[in-house]
């Protein structure tokens, strides 16, 4: 599986971005997808995830102004972030995830610069 992520940028305070991650390879295979995020000197943490069924969920701090979707005709799956503070800067990275036999096998995007100015 491989991840491609777009659409990051520069944006003030209260404005909103969509991001894009398209996918391909052995995406018959894949059983969620999220977006994770990386702030200087922070761990990585989950903002948003989809699965295979629809289902969704939210980190605390983002719900309400994030959306995450996806067009499996497209093969994509999208963050819809609006209302965005200075906090939400950070690297977005997609990530799609694989179970088998137990076992979770993680595929990341390369990342994309997301930057809130206040």
């Known amino acids: 599986v491989q991840l491609q992520a777009s659409g990051g940028g520069l944006v003030q305070g209260g404005g909103r971005l969509r991001l894009s991650c398209a996918a391909s390879?052995?995406?018959?295979?894949?059983?969620?997808m999220s977006w994770y995020r990386q702030a200087p000197g922070k761990q990585r943490e989950l903002v948003a995830s989809?699965?295979?069924?629809?289902?969704?969920n939210y980190a605390d701090s983002v719900k309400g102004r994030f959306t995450i979707s996806r067009d499996n005709a497209k093969n994509t799956l999208y963050l819809q972030m609006d209302s965005l503070k200075p906090e939400d800067t950070a690297v977005y990275y997609c990530?799609?995830?694989?179970?088998?036999?137990?076992?979770?096998?993680?595929?990341w995007g390369q990342g994309t610069q997301v930057t809130v100015s206040s």
């Open positions: 390879g052995s995406i018959f295979s894949i059983n969620a």
């Open positions: 989809i699965t295979s069924g629809g289902s969704t």
């Open positions: 990530n799609a995830a694989r179970y088998s036999y137990g076992r979770r096998y993680d595929y």
